[in-house]
């Protein structure tokens, strides 16, 4: 393939764009800037992390330019989202992990997107916003861990095979915190924000309280996210409260990435029969109704629940599991859609 002359650079430049732009289901028009030909080089800057897709894209560059020979690069610079708040130093997104009904795999899926984003290539901190019941500090298997200070103004978050945490649970026993009214909730929430001394990070996923009401409306408001994830199941009680979780964040006028439903069936590890326990096509139909993508589909699985209550989630204890890799397509997706809002063309 020859590059001396600027028709065959651009039409060398418009294939490898096209090529990307299918690869990620894109329009052109918001591809073309993440591409750079020179003299037989190929740099290409991708705004989200999804790093076990570059050697695939590699491939289909080659391909779709007819050039055994370019030198294929990819990098990714993860962009930061506007905020309506003030953002945390070295935080360039926050993503809220919410449910409008409690128990249906809010902290699960938190951490095991916290990990699987790690996985894409981002740096990952999880801060549990659950006030009342954190849970975050023994599904990342350091409960009685303590938080010091190296400067004596702030604190260092907890790190947990390579991702760091804050937690209220680090701090106080769980029984206190359950007891507090909505002021000093709000307050601890503050200072778990603001007096972390949080690294750089691509991503801070927050695992919030579960609910609709005042103090989580507060909560929302108190952090500066950059979108929220919805975590149902699919029975029709979940999804009434997921649609609460919507209008809520719709509210605040914090864009909404999608929808996760967690628990959509349950596959027998003895016979692999699969059982559809929470009814079925709930998340669909709430995707369709609410223009909303999907992000994700997990089933009900022993393998999930048993590493998340062991302190060591799925994405870190077996990464080769089918699972991690569909919490890994999970994280590619939020990632991608936080871009795609944080540049208001989705
Ligand atoms: N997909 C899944 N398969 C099997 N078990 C799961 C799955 N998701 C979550 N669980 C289990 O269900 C229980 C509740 O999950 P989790 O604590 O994540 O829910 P939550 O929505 O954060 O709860 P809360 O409302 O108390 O904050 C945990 O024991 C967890 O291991």
Excluded at 201 to 210: H, K, R
Excluded at 220 to 226: D, E, G, I, K, T
Excluded at 252 to 259: F, H, R, S
Aim: with cysteine.
């Amino acid at each position: 393939m020859l590059f001396g002359s600027k028709n065959n650079k651009n039409i060398e430049q418009l294939s490898i764009v096209e090529c990307i732009s299918r690869f990620f289901e894109l329009p052109i028009v918001s591809v073309e800037s993440w591409v750079e030909v020179k003299k037989g080089t190929v740099k290409v800057t991708l705004p989200f992390a999804s790093k076990s897709l570059h050697e695939e894209l590699i491939k289909q560059i080659i391909i779709s330019a007819e050039d055994t020979k370019l030198d294929i690069s990819i990098d990714t610079q993860i962009v930061s989202a506007p905020t309506k708040i003030a953002k945390i130093p070295k935080v360039k997104n926050v993503i809220a992990v919410a449910s409008g009904k409690g128990g249906v795999g809010k902290s699960t899926t938190s951490v095991n997107l916290a990990y699987a984003l790690m996985a894409e290539g981002a740096k990952v901190g999880i801060l549990d916003a659950d006030i009342y019941g954190p849970s975050i500090p023994i599904m990342l298997g350091n409960p009685t861990a303590k938080p010091s200070s190296k400067d004596n103004k702030k604190v260092e978050p907890i790190s947990a095979h390579g991702v760091v945490a804050s937690s209220i649970g680090y701090f106080v026993p769980a029984e206190d915190a359950t007891v507090w009214r909505g002021p000093m909730a709000s307050k601890a929430l503050h200072q778990l924000i603001n007096e972390t001394a949080w690294p750089e990070l691509d991503y801070l996923i927050v695992d919030m309280p579960p609910g609709t009401g005042d103090i989580q409306l507060t909560m929302a408001q108190q952090v500066p996210l950059s979108g929220a994830v919805v975590v149902t199941t699919p029975q029709d009680l979940a999804l009434a409260d997921a649609i609460k979780g919507i209008a809520m964040f719709n509210k605040v006028n914090i864009p909404v990435l999608g929808l996760v439903e967690n628990m959509s069936y349950h596959l027998c590890s003895q016979c692999g029969h699969k059982e559809a326990i929470f009814s079925e096509q709930g998340g669909d139909k709430l995707s369709e109704k609410y223009n909303l993508p999907l992000l994700g589909k997990l089933p009900l699985n022993i393998d999930i629940r048993q590493h998340a209550d062991s302190g060591k989630p799925l994405q870190v204890s077996n990464p080769e599991h089918a699972l991690s890799e569909v919490y890994r397509q999970l994280a590619r997706q939020t990632s991608k859609y936080c871009y795609l809002k944080s540049v208001q063309i989705a």
